[in-house]
């Protein structure tokens, strides 16, 4: 049987933030859940990817997250991706996504990259 993928979003204290955790294998089994998942964040304003908890990502998960990324910026919302997995990190760094989104191996800058203007 394979690995179930779980998906937490939780709201920060103060309201303004979303953190969006899905743990367990982002692939092809499990990516329609996670897109389901992100979707429902689609109007949020500020949200943090948190994969600490993704054990293993194919190209299909790397789409999902482009996909919701998407949906978000279009909305005028801000995402980035936090990751203290070195192989998660590694994929995004080689497949050119630190490009696209900020990605940070350290939470507390992942949520202070929130802030940061994109166009600096």
Known sequence: MRPVLEINATRSDDGIQVDLSPEGELDAYSVAQFREAF?????EK????????????????LGA???GIRR???A?????????????TKLLHTTGFDRIVPVKDDYA????????????
């Open 65 to 67: 997250l482009i996909g």
């Open 46 to 61: 500020r949200v943090v990817v948190n994969l600490s908890g993704v054990q293993f990502m194919d190209s299909a998960g």
């Open 39 to 43: 979707a429902e964040l689609a109007d």
């Open 76 to 88: 005028e919302g801000r995402v980035v991706i936090f990751s203290d997995r070195e192989a998660i």
């Open 72 to 74: 978000i910026r279009e």
């Open 109 to 120: 800058e992942a949520v202070e990259a929130l802030d940061e203007d994109p166009d600096s």
